[in-house]
């Protein structure tokens, strides 16, 4: 589990994925090994989570939380949405992409309706990635009550391209996904050549604003190394902008140096 913000946590429910993406930001504990939470370290997570009033929100991911059984993973949200205090739970999945039918299971379909609204955060890229399968699995979901954001990752050679981007969030918000997050791409080994400059990721985002909606919209944002935090970027939060670095200004005032 991870408290980095005050008012919620993300808890690693798994280090196995449907999918191993060459660019994932948790590619050093992803499947290295592949293992679940068992119920002595749930106990633990679901005590200090009690303890912490101040906590509002939950993140559930990995891994991929949808690679467990639904009876498992449904044991333990049912745990949490009993805590007082605890408000939403997030799930974060790639599963809606790669794996859309395990959203045509009837019993995880009845335990998403059962615990609504259950946040489903996911992770398309590309709009050819949005099959007719997705497009039956987002319908399945939407049903439940169940929202569905979408988080985008910036990729050198795949998407950095406005007009990939706004057919991918167009198409996404004609499913009723709202695109939430474009993430830069982090400094992950093995992934410089997926990588554009601060200065491309800016100007392609200033050509998104001006040509789709609000709606339509993420917010261009990354994280910083050493757990300081994720930023958007922004005009306040640049201090200063050169090819390959970049000053940036924390949520919490401090400034961050962070090489594009």
Not at 192 to 206: D, E, M, P, Q, V
Request: net charge positive.
């Amino acid at each position: 589990m991870t408290h980095r913000y005050k008012d919620r946590v993300l808890i690693t429910i798994t280090t196995m994925c449907p999918v191993y993406c060459r660019h994932c930001m948790r590619k050093r504990k992803v499947g290295k090994p592949e293992k679940a939470l068992n119920e002595k370290e749930f106990k633990r997570i679901y005590d200090y989570i009690k303890k912490h009033k101040e906590i509002r929100e939950i993140l559930i991911s990995g891994g991929d939380p949808l690679v467990l059984s639904t009876e498992k993973l449904f044991s333990y949200i049912s745990l949490l949405k009993k805590i007082e205090h605890i408000e939403v739970i997030r799930i974060g999945t790639r599963t809606p992409v790669v794996l859309p039918q395990r959203f045509y299971d009837e019993s995880l379909l009845r335990y998403l309706e059962k615990y609504s609204p259950i946040w489903i955060i996911t992770h398309f890229n590309h709009p050819e990635e949005i099959t007719p399968e997705v497009k039956k699995a987002t319908q399945l979901i939407q049903k439940t009550g169940s929202p569905i954001l979408n988080q985008t990752v910036l990729l050198k050679g795949i998407n950095d391209n406005a007009s990939i981007l706004k057919e991918l969030f167009r198409k996404l918000v004609s499913l009723g996904i709202k695109p939430y997050y474009l993430f830069h791409c982090d400094p992950i080994y093995g992934t410089a050549h997926f990588r554009t400059s601060l200065k491309k990721g800016i100007y392609l985002y200033n050509l998104l604003k001006r040509d789709i909606s609000g709606l339509a919209l993420p917010f261009y944002a990354l994280d910083l190394p050493h757990g300081k935090g994720k930023v958007i970027i922004s005009e306040n939060n640049i201090l200063q902008l050169e090819d390959n670095r970049a000053l940036l200004r924390t949520p919490w005032g401090e400034v961050v140096e962070y090489f594009t």
